[in-house]
């Protein structure tokens, strides 16, 4: 029995299989279109069978310099080194506090109050 993680991997793997022959046989042989009912010039078709993945991938790069310059735009300096082993030898040198032991809780004041009169 397959997973269904493997089924959907199957599935991807076949959906990319059959796109890349049919970009494979459209770059080469355009003229297999017409036996689908789809009449264009050779050259066009060609052309666009190349643009369009180059404009995916060239917007997919931009896309990726975009997210990489917000992250960098939006992320907070880091401290500087000085700081951070200033730090650390502080806490090398001082020595670790000794345990308090925990304090007796007081006895609650009681207070007397008067009685209350029974009617």
């Known amino acids: 029995m397959v997973s269904k993680d493997q089924g959907i991997g199957g599935a991807i793997l076949v959906v990319c299989v059959v796109v890349a022959l049919l970009y494979i046989v459209t770059l080469f042989y355009p003229s297999w279109l ?4 789809l009449n264009f010039a050779a050259g066009t078709v060609q052309f666009w069978v190349i643009a369009v ?3 995916v991938a060239f917007v997919a790069i931009l896309f990726i310099g975009a997210w990489i310059g917000w992250t960098m ?7 500087p080194i000085e700081e951070i082993t200033t730090e650390i030898e502080d806490k090398k040198v001082e020595p670790a506090p000794e345990p ?3 304090a007796a809780p007081e006895p609650a004041a009681t207070e007397d109050k008067p009685a209350k009169k029974k009617k």
């Open 34 to 37: 017409s036996f689908i009912g």
């Open 53 to 55: 993945p180059v404009l």
């Open 73 to 79: 735009a939006t992320t907070p300096p880091p401290k």
């Open 100 to 102: 308090v032991a925990p």
